[in-house]
């Protein structure tokens, strides 16, 4: 990963990152307020050569007691220094016990001597390290007096007595803050990258190109309004949700600059990633684009166009393949656009073999001769094989993308499952993306008036549309208008648009 992987992670992550270092910063402070001071005295002893005073005599006793101060500093932890020190002020320690709060150390190349003594009080710390000093001193003598009499050549002198500390030594409440700080924001950093690296969910075009080089076609802006207005009616016509759509449309002509593909099939991965709201509103943004249109729901296992619509499915796609009724009697106009819905039907027992047979790809065909753009809602790629089966009859196929929800693995098995059959992947929709953040996709909204958009819809027609030679001829007239911003719940008529519905396919 390069740096502006690194600062993506942080942007995505900071919260959790802030999150684990103040929780490093509250646990080190709680630490430090619970911990019992501890208060630290130190003493200084100086080691020297008793001669007679001549250069060469004191050049030698200086290496001497240099050579010696080693051993000095290991002999204050032994009990031949300690116990004296312990019986001379009645402490209740073992010698062991005592050697555990003395520290003794030696500056390179000088004849000193530091003793720190640590205690929870801190009188008994300075009295323990100057008892210590003198049990020191008394020992030396004793060590360094010849056998055969006389006194020591050594001679300790306490050059720094003990004093008692007026500040703790421990804890040291603002270092254990910093320290707490740097390693709570370190761990913070990791975490992020950990999680990052472990969680293989699609976020934005990064992720997806881990998976694929399909062309990404658009990506819609997760909007907590569409939960109850899903259509693209329904929003302001200069509005970012909008303005998504007709780039989506615009692209996929750039996607499809052939013309061969004129029918289009939505799909994705698993259940829940907003392919039936993708589909309707590309539907709408093509009709709204002065082409016919006609949108086809086959997902047979969950249909949602008919409730998004506020359209009947008792009679549609399945009823047509059966050959119960000519598909000119089942579709339904809808708005004020040339756009035209073939319901799905009754729900039949072979989803597959419906959307698989040669009635299904002879009912394209007709209508591919009628329309501009045949525009189909296809089930889910993983937990059925409707969609693997119906995209052989079709020109291309749209992948769905729920942002945040879809793993990697998935979308491959996906792509990889239209690829055994041939399918013809036009690009990828990106749906459900942050409004903000790095992986944000979202547009200016260039509008003056901040006015709601009035919600017209349009109520079915009576009959429907007759094919004929190839061309359109409407039978009846278009129904009355209905503006759903003015009406109440209660006033709405029944089954037109429920506000309550949202895309679960």
Not at 39 to 61: C, H, K, M, R
Not at 246 to 256: D, E, I, Y
Not at 384 to 398: F, N, Y
Request: aromatic share 4%; proline share 6%; glycine share 6%.
């Amino acid at each position: 990963m390069d740096l502006r992987d690194y600062l993506r992670i942080f942007r995505q992550n900071w919260i959790l990152i802030v999150a684990v270092t103040l929780m490093a910063l509250l646990i080190t402070g709680v630490a430090s307020v619970a911990s019992k001071p501890t208060y630290t005295a130190d003493t200084q002893l100086f080691v020297a050569i008793q001669n007679s005073g001549s250069v060469q005599e004191l050049q030698q006793g200086n290496t001497f007691s240099q050579a010696r101060v080693q051993s000095y500093v290991k002999t204050v932890g032994s009990p031949i220094v300690l116990q004296p020190a312990i019986d001379a002020l009645g402490l209740p320690l073992s010698a062991n016990e005592l050697a555990s709060r003395v520290t003794t150390s030696t500056d390179i190349n000088t004849v000193l001597i530091n003793i720190s003594v640590t205690d929870s009080s801190p009188v008994q710390a300075a009295a323990i390290a100057q008892a210590v000093s003198d049990s020191l001193i008394n020992a030396v003598d004793t060590l360094e007096k010849p056998k055969t009499g006389g006194t020591s050549p050594v001679s300790l002198s306490i050059i720094k007595p003990a004093v008692a500390p007026e500040e703790p030594s421990a804890p040291n409440t603002r270092m254990n803050l910093l320290l707490g700080l740097v390693i709570g924001l370190a761990l913070g950093v990791a975490t992020a990258v950990l999680k990052t690296i472990l969680d293989n969910r699609i976020r934005g075009e990064m992720d997806l190109r881990h998976v694929t080089n399909a062309p990404l076609l658009g990506g819609i802006s997760f909007d907590q309004d569409a939960v109850k207005k899903p259509l693209l009616t329904q929003s302001e016509s200069q509005s970012p949700r909008a303005e998504s759509f007709r780039q989506l449309r615009t692209n996929l002509q750039f996607a499809n600059v052939s013309g061969r593909a004129k029918t289009v099939l939505m799909t994705s991965s698993l259940p829940g990633e907003g392919k039936s709201t993708t589909a309707t509103n590309l539907a709408i943004a093509l009709a709204q684009a002065g082409q016919s249109v006609c949108l086809i729901d086959a997902d047979l296992r969950r249909p949602m166009v008919n409730e998004y619509l506020g359209l009947d499915r008792n009679a549609g796609l399945t009823t047509a393949l059966v050959g119960e009724s000519d598909v000119d009697d089942l579709l339904q106009p809808w708005g004020d656009d040339n756009l035209f819905v073939l319901t799905s039907g009754q729900i039949p027992p072979n989803p597959s073999e419906l959307l698989g047979s040669v009635e299904m790809k002879d009912l394209i065909v007709q209508l591919e001769h009628t329309f501009d753009h045949v525009v189909i809602d296809a089930p889910p790629l993983l937990p059925v094989t409707d969609a693997a089966v119906l995209s052989q009859h079709v020109g291309g196929v749209v992948v769905v993308v729920g942002s945040q929800k879809l793993r990697q693995n998935d979308l491959q098995k996906a792509l990889n499952a239209l690829d055994m059959v041939g399918s013809n992947i036009l690009g990828i929709v990106l749906n459900r993306l942050p409004a903000k953040g790095p992986d944000a996709y979202a547009y200016s909204y260039y509008g003056h008036d901040d006015k709601p958009v009035a919600e017209t819809r349009v109520a079915p027609r009576a009959s429907s549309m007759r094919l004929a030679g190839g061309k359109r001829e409407t039978t009846s007239s278009v129904g009355q208008n209905f503006d759903a911003t003015v009406l109440t719940e209660n006033e709405r008529p029944a089954g037109l648009f429920p506000a309550s519905k949202v895309d679960r396919s």
